[in-house]
């Protein structure tokens, strides 16, 4: 009996200690990082000649956050301009450089050919208490589904809204069968239901927020997101 | 039967359990880090010392190392919306991937050990800049949110 309880406490212990353990994403849970050894890393610094390269892009949007190049040597470099780079040529050396768009088209054009078309987010409005489409958003699903069918693989997260008419559990119904209208387009689109994730908000999360009860046009939508 | 076996017994089954109890630690949270969107050429993922083809649509998980040809190169989804891309003659290897799809906290570290990389950062960096690491034989990066590439020349005995 004794023994009983060991094992149970025993279980419930690892059990609390495993569910802490995966609630720290800093943890280096997946990293298996028990190949302890960065051969590089310790490499002594006068074997092998060094050519890194480190250039930035132009950002289509958003501002530069930029990039803090750190070398063998302690020496560190802050890139936050567009074709801003560093060179590392030697052991410990390391030297700012600006590099031509032109050179970058011509040095890392498969590179950069290769990179995944950017993750959207999509809108599409609904009918006050429905799940039907708006006109507007009507027109507009054509170009939203064959632009998301036109992606490689891609993985979809449909999210429902409503406005604020209506009792939760009113909205909470509506906000999951517009979101599960919109899956049931996507599928009948050829989009393989399992690449589709679908959750619905209620009226939690207005895009514009208002009092109780207000019937709100901008917040009657499903968000796509697609990567 | 003595008392001294029945303890010998717990302390096996408390070992089992433990050993269980780990492995489940590191391996039940494992999910995928990110899928394939683009791949020209010869691309292949090297997982637990195998190789296997790269399709569109293959998962990448952490550890994986994948490598392009001459002729290959390479486009990756990461859950956090990250974009990684290897063009020819490259090696990159996925060392650690951490993403927490609510607060949006994680960890990134990759390594390129030879070849071009390009990078476009996602919902970690937003959240938590420099959590994305890209490590290269002579350089540690740490991204602070921007789009950029990187190359590595392939050391060459003299």
Same mark, same amino acid.
């Not at chain 2, 070992?15 to 292949?44: E, M, N």
């Given at each position: 009996?004794?023994?009983?309880?060991?094992?149970?406490?025993?279980?419930?212990?690892?059990?609390?200690?495993?569910?802490?353990?995966?609630?720290?994403?800093?943890?280096?849970?997946?990293?298996? /990082?028990?190949?302890?050894?960065?051969?590089?890393?310790?490499?002594?610094?006068?074997? /092998?000649?060094?050519?890194?390269?480190?250039?930035?892009?132009?950002?289509?949007?958003?501002?530069?956050?930029?990039?803090?190049?750190?070398?063998?040597?302690?020496? !560190? #470099?802050?890139?936050?301009?567009?074709?801003?780079?560093? =060179?590392?040529?030697?052991?410990?050396?390391?030297?700012?450089?600006?590099?031509?768009?032109? &050179?970058?088209? &011509?040095?890392?054009?498969?590179?950069?050919?290769?990179?995944?078309?950017?993750?959207?987010?999509?809108?599409?409005?609904?009918?006050?208490?429905?799940?039907?489409?708006?006109?507007?958003?009507? &027109? !507009?699903?054509?170009?939203?589904?064959?632009?998301?069918?036109?992606?490689?693989?891609?993985? #979809?997260?449909?999210?429902?809204?409503?406005?604020?008419?209506?009792?939760?559990?009113?909205?909470? =119904?509506?906000? &999951?069968?517009?979101?599960?209208?919109?899956?049931?387009?996507?599928?009948?689109?050829?989009?393989?239901?399992? =690449?589709?994730?679908?959750?619905?908000?209620?009226?939690?999360?207005?895009?514009?927020?208002?009092?109780?009860?207000?019937?709100?046009?901008?917040?009657?939508?499903?968000?796509?997101?697609?990567? | 039967?003595?008392?001294?076996?029945?303890?010998?017994?717990?302390?096996? %089954?408390?070992?089992?359990?433990?050993?269980?109890?780990?492995?489940?630690?590191?391996?039940? @949270?494992?999910?995928?880090?990110?899928?394939?969107? %683009?791949?020209? +050429?010869?691309?292949?993922?090297?997982?637990?010392?195998?190789?296997?083809?790269?399709?569109?649509?293959? %998962?990448? *998980?952490?550890?994986?190392?994948?490598?392009? +040809?001459?002729?290959?190169?390479? +486009?990756?989804? @990461?859950?956090?919306?990250?974009?990684?891309?290897?063009?020819?003659?490259?090696?990159?290897?996925? *060392?650690?991937?951490? @993403?927490?799809?609510?607060?949006?906290?994680?960890?990134?570290?990759?390594?390129?050990?030879?070849?071009?990389?390009?990078?476009?950062?996602?919902?970690?960096?937003?959240?938590?800049?420099?959590?994305?690491?890209?490590?290269?034989?002579?350089?540690?990066?740490?991204?602070?949110?921007?789009?950029?590439?990187?190359?590595?020349? *392939?050391?060459?005995?003299?």
């Amino acid at each position: 009996m004794k023994r009983v309880v060991l094992v149970l406490a025993t279980v419930a212990a690892m059990v609390a200690g495993c569910a802490q353990f995966a609630s720290q994403p800093s943890a280096a849970r997946w990293s298996k /990082s028990q190949q302890p050894i960065e051969p590089e890393a310790l490499r002594p610094s006068d074997r /092998s000649p060094r050519n890194d390269l480190i250039v930035l892009l132009p950002k289509p949007n958003g501002k530069i956050g930029g990039v803090v190049v750190r070398n063998d040597g302690g020496k !560190e #470099i802050v890139l936050d301009k567009a074709y801003a780079g560093a =060179h590392i040529d030697g052991p410990g050396e390391m030297q700012s450089i600006t590099y031509g768009a032109d &050179r970058v088209a &011509r040095e890392f054009s498969s590179v950069v050919a290769a990179l995944p078309g950017r993750p959207a987010t999509f809108l599409l409005y609904f009918l006050e208490g429905k799940d039907e489409l708006t006109p507007d958003s009507e &027109r !507009e699903v054509e170009r939203v589904f064959a632009e998301i069918a036109a992606r490689p693989y891609p993985e #979809i997260l449909v999210i429902g809204h409503t406005d604020a008419v209506g009792n939760a559990e009113f909205n909470d =119904h509506l906000s &999951r069968q517009r979101a599960q209208r919109v899956r049931a387009d996507l599928v009948k689109r050829g989009i393989a239901v399992d =690449h589709i994730e679908v959750s619905s908000r209620g009226k939690r999360e207005p895009l514009v927020p208002t009092s109780e009860g207000v019937s709100e046009p901008k917040n009657r939508r499903v968000e796509i997101n697609v990567r | 039967m003595t008392k001294v076996s029945t303890f010998q017994r717990d302390i096996l %089954v408390f070992g089992v359990l433990l050993l269980a109890t780990a492995w489940t630690c590191t391996h039940a @949270f494992a999910g995928d880090a990110g899928r394939i969107k %683009v791949s020209k +050429g010869d691309v292949q993922i090297e997982r637990n010392g195998k190789l296997m083809p790269a399709p569109v649509g293959a %998962v990448i *998980e952490v550890e994986d190392t994948v490598k392009t +040809g001459a002729d290959g190169s390479v +486009g990756i989804t @990461f859950q956090d919306n990250s974009l990684l891309s290897a063009g020819p003659n490259s090696e990159l290897v996925i *060392e650690r991937f951490v @993403f927490d799809t609510t607060t949006h906290q994680g960890e990134f570290d990759t390594r390129l050990k030879k070849g071009t990389l390009a990078v476009v950062s996602g919902k970690i960096v937003k959240q938590s800049p420099e959590a994305m690491r890209i490590k290269t034989p002579a350089a540690i990066m740490g991204v602070r949110g921007t789009e950029f590439i990187v190359k590595v020349d *392939e050391p060459t005995a003299n």
